[in-house]
Structure formats: C-alpha cells, structure tokens
C-alpha cells in the first residue's frame, strides 16, 4: 500500500462515526478532568482504562488519545482561572496566566493558551505521522541488543530529567525495577521474590501498579487535603485577541512547539518537563525576561505550546518500539496490550490501518481541542461545585474494575489498592513517583532483552558495544547521565568552596 | 520541610537497605537452584544486579538527606513547630479513607461487586462531608447500576459475585436488570 | 433536594429491597434447567494467542446450542495456571468453563502450578497440532537434511527462537542434541519478538505450532522443514515428519480442550460435551480449525482425560531426562 491510500485508510477510520464520537468523548473528558485540581490527564486516562476493554483497539486508541490532548490542555484553564494548575504540566499557566486574569484579560489569556496548545499539539502530530513510518522501518533492523540499549536510555533518561532530585529518582526507579523481577522469570521458569504465593508467579502488572499509583494515591490525597474548589472568581469578558495578535506571538509558539516536540520524544520526559523548559528558554528568547510572572503573552503562550506539542511526539517510541516514555504512553500500551496488539517496528507492517488511525485522530484531536477548551472554559464555575468525594469515590470504583480487568484476577485488586496507598505515601514525603511505574514497565522488558541477547550472541556481554547502533544508542544514554549529574556535582563543588567565604545558599 | 516529611525521607531509604539485605538471600525459595542454570546471568543475575543498585540507591538518598539536615541544624533553621503543621485532623481522614479502600477492595469476593460498591460508596461520600441522605443514596444506587451495565452486561467482565449467599442475591440482581 | 428526588430516592430504595427480597427466593429455582445464565469461557491466556481464538469461536459457536449468553474472560498468567486456578474456585456449578492446553500441562510437569490433570472434568478435545521448525524465506537452508549437515558440521553455532527453557520447545532442541544435531536455544518471552526474530532472520529457525504463524506461512516469510509427528500434516504434505527421519520425538502435540471442575455435575458435563460436539461438526469450526492447521477428530471427555493424563506423563519423563535446573536435576538423580 502506497502512502496516500494508507493515510486515506487512516481518515476513514478516524471518521468512522463510532471512533470519531468516541475522541470526541475522550477530549471532554480529559478537559474537564485536567481542569479540576487533583486529577491530572494520566489519572483521567487510568480511569478510562476499563472502558477501553469494550471498545475495538482502534477506538480504544481514539478514546484514550482524546483524553491526552484534552487533558494535557485542561490543566491550564483552572491554571489560568483560580491560580491552581489543574495537571503539573500547568504550572507555568500559573505564572504569567493568572497574573493576566487579575487584570481582567482571563477570556484573552485562554485564547492564547488555547491557540497555543493546538499549534503546538498539531505540530506533533504531524511529526508523529511523518517520522515514525520511517524511523519503525529502520526500526525492523533492530535486534535484542539494540531494543535493550532503547530500553536502558529510556531508563537512563527517567533519571537525568529529574534534574531537581536525580538520587530519589533513580531510588524509585530502581524500586519498580525490583518490584519488575517479581514473578516466573522469562526464561527459565523459575519463580523469583514470590515468597510461595501462586498469585505472585504472573508477575506485578504494571497497569496495575499505575492505576494504584496515579488514581488510588491522588483520590486520598484528595480527600485529606479537601481542596476548596468552591472558590470565587471574576471571569470578566476583557479584551479580546484579535488573530493579528496572535500572530505576533507566533514566535513564541514556534519555539515552544519545537521544543515540545523535541523533548516529547524523549522517553522519561513528558509535558511538564516540556512546558518548564520553554519556560526557562523563552525568558531567554523573547527579550522580555525580567517582566515574565506579571502576564507577559509569551510567556504563557511558549510552555502551552511546549506541553501539548509533547502529546504526538511522545507516541513515537510507543509505536515504533513498544518502548512507552510516559505514564500517559504507558497507559495507552496497556490498553493495547488488553487486545492482543504489541507496538513495535511489526505492527507497522502488520496493522498499518490501526497506526495510521491514530496518526489522523491525533490530528483532528488537536484541532476539536479548541472547541472542548472553550465549552470547558464556559463551563468550568458549574464544574466546580461537583463535590470531590462523589468524583474520589467513583475513581476509586473504576481503579478498582480496572485493575481487576487487566488479568480478571481479584489479586490485582489487592496489588493496586497497596500501591495506592504507597502512592499517597511517597506523594506525601515529595518522592516521584512516575520513575516507579516506567521502572515497573521497563525492567522486565530490559531483562528479557539483555538476557535473549546474551544467549543469541554466545554469552558476549560486549555484544551491546560491539554493535554499532546499540552502542551509540547506550553512548547517548551515558552522556544524558552525565550531563544530568553535572549541576548537582557543580553546586557540591561551589558549596565546597564557597563554604569558607560562608555564601549562604540561597536557593529557596 | 516538615517533621514528618523528613521521617519519612529518611525511613524509607533505610527501610529499603534492610529490604534489599533481606530479599538478597531470598531470589528464590530454593537457592542453590539459581546457580546451577547452565548461563552466565541465569534467572538470578538481574534480580541481583537490581538489588545493588537500589541499596546503592538508598545509602546515597540516606547520605544526602542526613547532609541536608545537618546543613539545616547548622544555618539555626528552627525545627517548624508542630502547631504549624495543620493536618493533624487530616492525618486520621487519610488514615480512615486508607482503611476503607483497603476493606473495599477486601470485601469485594465476599460482598460481590454489586453490593460492595454501593455500601463503598456511600461511605466515602459521609467521609466527604456530604451530609445529604438522598443525595448519598442515589449517588450510590445510581451509580453502581451504571457501571453494573457498563462493566457487566456490556463489557461482560467476571466481575466477583460473592460467596453463597450473597451469590444467589447477585444473579437476582442481575436478572432483575436484564444483565442475564 | 427537591421532593421529585426524594420521591425517586424512595422509590430506588423500594427497587433494592425488593431485589434482596427475590434474591432470597431465587438460587432454588434457578437449578431447574440448565444452562439457566451466562456461562462464563475463562481463557487461560491473553487475547490474541491460539487458546483465546479458539475460546472465542468455541463460545460464539456454542452460544446457540446451549441457548445462553456465553462471555469470554481471559485470565492470564504462570503458563494459564491463573484461569486455572481461577475455573476451580469458582462455584462447580457448570457455569464456568475453562480452556485447558498443552503448554499448561507441561508447566505443571515442570513445576509451575500446583495441579493435576485428575482435577479436571474434559468437555472435549478441540484442537491439536503438531509443533514444527520454520525457517526465513532467505535460509540457506530448504530442508531438514541441510540443517542437519550443517549443525553437526557447526555444532553450537544455529540457533533457534524458542519460549523458553523447560518447556516442549526445549526437550525437543535437547533431543536433537543427543543425536548429534546441536542448535543454541535462544529463548524469547514475548510471542511477537520471537516471531520477529525469525521473520528478521535474527534467528536461524522457530520452534511452532503452524497456526500461531499462519499469517507468515501465508506471507511466505516463514516456510517448514520439519514436522515432529508421526504423519505428515495434511497442510504440508510435501514437509517430512521426524518419525521418517528416524527421531523419536513424536509425542509432543499442541492440544487445546475445554474443561471444567471434576466436581461437576456429570449431567452437566455431558451437556456441554454434546454442545462441544456440535460445534467440532458445525462447517463454521471445521473452515476455522483448517486455517489455523489444528483440525482433529473428535473424542469422548473420557478419551480427552486419556490423552491429558498421557501427555502429563510424557513430558514428565522427558524433564527426567533432560532436567533444566539443579533443582530438576537433584531430583531427577533421587529417582
């Protein structure tokens, strides 16, 4: 099949109405549930998840892409309204959009937020569509070796974005990593860590681990906190943006897509890194610097584009490799892997309608995107007053049937609910939690990689440098290690010398 | 930082060296059985190499913590007063909204889906400050019917019925919706 | 709340107790007949393999024969001893039915899950095939006696993609072994990486029962040059069997059943076994178990135990001559 008729294959499928309604479902969702604080876009997706075991793959994939490109922009309309981001990735949202509502530009600050995502969003997508057919070609070439040194780079990478807390990272990322090896391992059959418990053989699931960690730990930190959402505010009309406007901020958006995209790609990265780092470069860029946190324009319209343009691009390696860099990605491996269907360079080849589908839905969903923002936004004082025990008491519902139709197994349900509560736990103490769960996912996956490798090459450990592309693949992973751990060795050497002149840190 | 968030902070690495001490003895029940595989890394070798790597982890989480505090003590940072921390009524709604959960998803073989959920429920939404009885009764009733039919009769999962009786008074249930 | 509400709320509440109230009278009457509800198919893999399509044809085929609903649940897990375990704590009322195939067997032989096959009550033999080498269209290799030559030529230097150690693929590469035929087995977890290492020619050959790679026999990726059985296959007529070549090793099938508890009642057995046969005589099974190359004849619930029980004891001897770990071979050298 030639590239037209495959892409035309795709927009028949993304418009086929059961598909088409159904993304259109998963965008208001993931609006309405990145709006309200306390339910991020991966909660909202974890939630999703049991329904996803009814739907044919392809709508599956609609739903829970809808709900990504909605959730990720939802964030920023409570971001921008009450001064909460609704998702992480809104923080930036807080900084310069809400200092633009308090002066009565909140209808203009939205438009730009709204703008900004959707260029941002369909940027990726287009990225998405064009680079993964060829770069899933290249893809087939790969062996175990070159799949096990992706695998270690996505690792490697969880760590060096952290760059805040590189050692509680890597703590958490090891910890899922053991709690990977729990089960019959790959290839012997020999029963690890199980203690003689039969249900522990299969293993830790890990959508069970995520659902636990993601939707049970952020339903009681819900309750404990008991969040006001009740809260009163002014969302006067303002003035209006006008397309000319816009246009100048088109430079700002630019460089924010970009980035986003860039950085999307990267396993162990996600929106909020993304939106952060536009942030930080945008100060740099725009000229404007010193004014950003008092409603500078492109200021919010660089991170917002930055966190929607990681949506696309983090489905690359998902798709291409079967590698998900994301809590977000994972969650759509998950509801693959419920319907039989492994990503990677195959499935390419094997189900290229499925793929191109959601190339197209990922595009339209970018585009209706703005209609759910704006009923979202209209709607969002209404939103407020449902009461959060109702919403907390249904997640925790869902969790449950989700983690129990992973497997149909109640020992799922047990597993999820003590990660729950481990969840809330590590949320409670600032330890990061997202490092745990790609752990989870991508431990038994390096292992089974790296020992497949060793008994297809002889037992060579070198066979990982000795091939061409897996070494560059592990030297990249390196050099993201170093340059990840060269702030923090920097400021210990500072704090060293600086010791003696007695400079207060003053880091807040 | 609070007190408690530095407990915790510094419990959970030590807690986790003990754990990798303990487990390193433990890969398998039968020990002498990881060795013997005819390979050089053999089912036991990544567990191990994980296990390192996470006590590695640890003491290094330990360190800088311990470094931080004696940083803290020595620039004559106050310890924050307990007064300050105002979740100490909270502490016991998270203790008691953990509990429940725990006993949710516990009772649910017993109970069954259907009648675990609707009692699960409506103690939450009391444990949400939500004082009306309608309100809590419907949102319970209604709510359990919804994802009866989503879940049971759409997606026709094996949702857990419950031990006998309660089994019986399930499949009631279910043909009294047309859900059998 | 307005007094519509609270008049709904009253009527909701009126709804549950009369629902308890006829829960209460209802299991009695509900043993009448049976199948009376849905009966639950427990698919002991996940979906996409050869045990889930053939739970679910057997379930959308069997569904008018019985005349209820009949849902398919996969439950995954420790070699499909999780739906296992999962069909024998449910209630043995006839309304769970599980899928029960070779590659359960044989784990239980090598130690992974803890039954029998006297457990089990057998609605029926489905499917069975006989395992098979693949080769990538480009091998050099175009028939037995080639890989032959060459692995005792080289011996330790062909390797085969195989499930792992301890299972059928295993013994069967080992046997090889004794008779002078070294292959390297390189063991995948994955079902698709072990099929993408063969169709990307990463592999030299694939351990397989023909219909998990039908869609690469049909796409030429894959072609067979050896069936371990004691006829040719009626697919592959032209693909020599090992009994010809003079290998005992010809006891190893890839069968698939339908069981149910041993505590079932045996009228209901029987009832599902005469909707079992039925659906192995529908045309809509026979055109299904051709082109996954897994056609059988039909047998009893008692000639179905029969063959369980003897594949049960087959592999089990096979471990004891060919024991994977120190804890088989500290076993296998007590006897």
């Known amino acids: 099949m030639d590239l037209l008729s495959l892409f035309w294959s795709g927009v028949v499928g993304a418009f086929q109405p059961h598909n088409f309604i159904i993304l259109v479902t998963g965008l208001m969702v993931g609006t309405i549930a990145g709006a309200l604080p306390g339910i991020s876009f991966v909660n909202a997706m974890a939630m999703a998840l049991p329904f996803t075991y009814v739907m044919e793959p392809t709508t599956a994939m609609c739903f829970l892409g809808g709900i990504y490109v909605g959730g990720v922009f939802g964030g920023s309309i409570s971001s921008i309204l009450i001064n909460i981001p609704g998702t992480p990735a809104s923080l930036p949202a807080c900084w310069d959009g809400y200092p633009m509502t308090e002066k009565g530009l909140s209808t203009r600050a939205l438009r730009i937020a709204i703008t900004a995502s959707a260029t941002g969003g369909f940027i990726s997508a287009i990225l998405l569509a064009v680079a993964s057919p060829p770069f899933a070609a290249f893809a087939l070439k790969f062996d175990q070796p070159e799949f096990f040194a992706a695998t270690i780079l996505g690792l490697a990478s969880v760590v060096a974005i952290a760059k805040d807390m590189p050692v509680l990272s890597a703590l958490s990322m090891f910890l899922g990593l053991l709690i990977g090896t729990i089960g019959i391992d790959p290839l012997y059959g020999i029963p690890r860590f199980t203690f003689g418990v039969s249900e522990i053989e299969s293993g830790i699931n890990f959508t069970v681990v995520m659902i636990g960690l993601f939707a049970i730990g952020e339903v009681i930190d819900l309750l404990v906190k008991h969040v006001d959402l009740k809260r009163t505010f002014a969302q006067q009309p303002g003035k209006q943006i006008t397309w000319k406007e816009l246009w100048g901020l088109k430079g700002s958006i630019l460089r924010g897509s970009g980035l986003g995209a860039m950085i999307g790609t990267i396993p162990g990265a996600g929106a909020t890194v993304g939106a952060v780092i536009a942030y930080g470069v945008e100060r740099q860029a725009s000229g404007r610097g010193k004014e950003f946190g008092t409603g500078v324009e492109q200021a919010l319209a660089a991170p917002e584009a930055a966190k929607n343009a990681t949506t696309g691009a983090a489905m690359i390696p998902l798709l291409t490799l079967g590698i998900p860099g994301s809590a977000a990605t994972a969650i759509m491996l998950a509801a693959m892997l419920i319907h039989g269907i492994s990503p990677g360079p195959l499935l390419f080849r094997m189900d290229p309608s499925l793929v191109y589908t959601i190339f197209v839905s990922m595009l339209v969903a970018n585009l209706l995107m703005i209609v759910a923002a704006v009923i979202v936004a209209r709607g969002f004082s209404t939103l407020m007053r449902v009461p959060p025990a109702i919403l907390g008491a249904f997640i925790i519902v869902l969790s449950v049937v989700g983690a129990y139709g992973v497997r149909n197994n109640i020992f799922d349900v047990y597993v999820c609910l003590v990660f729950g509560v481990l969840g809330f736990i590590m949320k409670r103490a600032n330890f990061p939690s997202a490092p745990l769960v790609l752990g989870v996912i991508l431990g038994p996956l390096a292992e089974r990689y790296f020992l497949t490798s060793l008994a297809n090459y002889e037992d060579n450990f070198l066979i990982f440098v000795q091939r061409p592309i897996s070494a560059t693949i592990l030297g990249l992973a390196a050099a993201f290690v170093l340059w990840s751990l060269y702030p923090t060795i920097k400021a210990e050497l500072d704090r060293r010398r600086g010791a003696s002149t007695r400079i207060v840190n003053t880091r807040p | 930082m609070t007190e408690s968030k530095r407990y915790i902070r510094i419990g959970f690495p030590l807690g986790i060296m003990a754990l990798c001490a303990f487990l390193w003895t433990h890969i398998t029940r039968n020990g002498a059985a990881l060795d013997a595989v005819p390979s050089a890394v053999g089912p036991g070798g990544w567990p191990r190499a994980m296990l390192i790597g996470l006590a590695l982890f640890a003491v290094l989480a330990l360190a800088s913590e311990l470094l931080e505090w004696r940083r803290s003590i020595r620039r004559g940072d106050a310890p924050p007063a307990a007064g300050s921390e105002k979740s100490n009524g909270s502490e016991l709604v998270a203790l008691a909204g953990i509990g429940i959960i725990l006993a949710y998803g516990f009772l649910i073989p017993y109970l069954g889906f259907a009648f675990a959920t609707v009692a699960f429920v409506a103690v939450w939404c009391v444990m949400g400050r939500i004082r009306s009885w309608v309100t809590i009764a419907a949102v319970s009733v209604l709510g359990t019917l919804l994802l009866l039919y989503m879940f049971v009769a759409l997606a026709k999962m094996p949702l857990n019925r419950g031990v006998e009786p309660i089994n019986g008074w399930t499949i009631a249930l279910y043909r009294l919706l047309r859900i059998y | ?335």
């Open chain 3, 1 to 335: 709340m307005t007094v519509l509400s609270r008049r709904a709320a009253h009527a909701l509440s009126a709804v549950a107790m009369s629902i308890l109230a006829t829960g209460l009278s209802m299991p009695a009457a509900a043993q009448d007949k049976y199948p009376s509800r849905p009966v639950d198919v427990i698919v002991t893999f996940g979906p996409g393999g050869g045990a889930d399509l053939m739970g679910r044809k057997f379930s959308q085929l069997a569904e008018p024969i019985l005349g209820v609903a009949m849902p398919v649940a996969n439950v995954s897990g420790a070699s499909g001893n999780a739906g296992l375990t999962r069909l024998l704590t449910d209630a043995p009322d006839g309304y769970s039915v599980a899928t029960l195939i070779a590659l359960s067997v044989s784990a239980w032989a090598a130690g992974i899950g803890n039954h029998n096959p006297d457990e089990f009550a057998y609605v029926g033999m489905m499917q069975s095939s006989p395992s098979m080498l693949f080769v990538n269209k480009d091998s050099p290799f175009k028939t037995f006696k080639d890989l032959e030559e060459y692995a005792k030529a080289n011996p330790g230097k062909l390797r085969c993609a195989t499930s792992g150690f301890g299972t059928m693929d295993d013994i069967t590469l080992k046997y090889l072994g004794t008779k002078g035929i070294k292959i390297v087995n390189v063991p995948f977890g994955k079902p698709a990486e072990r099929y993408a290492s063969a169709v990307g020619g990463h592999t030299d050959m694939i351990y397989e029962e023909p219909g998990d790679v039908a869609q690469f026999l049909k796409s030429g990726d894959l072609h067979p040059i050896v069936v371990f059985d004691d006829a040719r296959h009626d697919a592959f007529k032209d693909v020599v069997t090992s009994k010809e070549l003079g290998l005992d090793i010809n006891d190893l099938p890839n069968f698939r059943t339908i069981a149910v508890s041993a505590k079932t009642n045996p009228a209901q057995v029987a009832a599902l076994a005469g909707a079992a046969a039925k659906v192995l005589a529908s045309p809509e099974w026979k055109e299904f178990c051709a082109g996954t190359y897994t056609c059988t004849k039909p047998l009893s619930p008692e000639e179905t135990k029969a063959t369980v029980v003897k594949f049960h004891k087959t592999v089990q001897s096979y471990l004891e001559k060919f024991p994977t770990t120190a804890e088989e071979k500290a076993s296998a050298s007590k006897k």
